[in-house]
DNA sequence: TCAACTAGTTTGTAATGCAAACCTATTTGC
DNA sequence: GCAAATAGGTTTGCATTACAAACTAGTTGA
């Protein structure tokens, strides 16, 4: 299908996975059963609007569920990855793999270290 | 300065590489002297318009130089990476390696393929 | 001459990412 | 008891973007 390391493969990448806010929180959510809003919000360092609008479009596309309920008298969203959003992440995973190949190392990871 | 594999690395992205259209002209512009325009058109099926807007960021970036001359009688645009375009995009090549490792790979790709 | 092609650039637009402002309910200070 | 602060999010507004359609400028073919 393509060349081992078809760097051209990047263009196939599922732009709901690659946005990297929203990649962070499928990689946090796949290590866990469920994880609560405000400890994504701190792990993550996105604001709440942030935050609150990739869910939705996670959630939107599937790839996450969202459960709301009430931690004593406050209200507390918790989200989960689903199976499909576990295979769009597995997915992107590998397509990531193949690009990574096409793109060269540094020939010599000398010891200068370059100032930007 | 981070963990190994620290998925919160993946906020850091350079969003001018992240972007799949011009990490692909980088990653073809990295294995060349000199690319033509048309090439690029062509190896990245972006339409024109689109390849020079993202060919403009990049110039603007200072991550490639675009020499415009005449081949004949026609205009030809060449594209070349510079310095700091190649260690742009082995600094993101390395932090994209740390993002894969806090991407779990799937545990077992069983042969059963589920539908949900 | 004029249509069609080459080689790009500019313009228009829909979608996006982001935070400020907002909303509803609870808790705290006095 | 009630104003202010806090918790937990959602909605709105805005600046940026990716993208292709339309355009520009020169060239070749008939």
């Given amino acids: 299908m393509s060349a081992p390391g078809d760097i051209t493969e990047v263009m196939a990448l599922d732009r709901l996975v690659h ?4 990649l962070l929180i499928l990689a946090v959510l796949s290590g866990a059963k469920l994880v609560e809003f ?16 990739h869910m939705s479009k996670l959630e939107a596309g599937g790839l996450i569920e969202v459960k709301k309920s009430f931690r004593g008298k406050r209200p507390l969203t918790e989200l989960c990855i689903t199976p499909a959003g576990r295979r769009a992440l597995a997915n992107y995973r590998r397509q990531l793999a193949t690009v990574m190949q096409g793109i060269p190392a540094p020939a010599a990871p000398t010891k200068r270290r370059r100032e930007e």
């Fill in 19 to 22: 946005e990297p806010a929203r």
């Fill in 38 to 53: 405000g400890f994504l919000e701190q792990v993550s360092g996105l604001s709440k609007g942030n935050l609150s609008s």
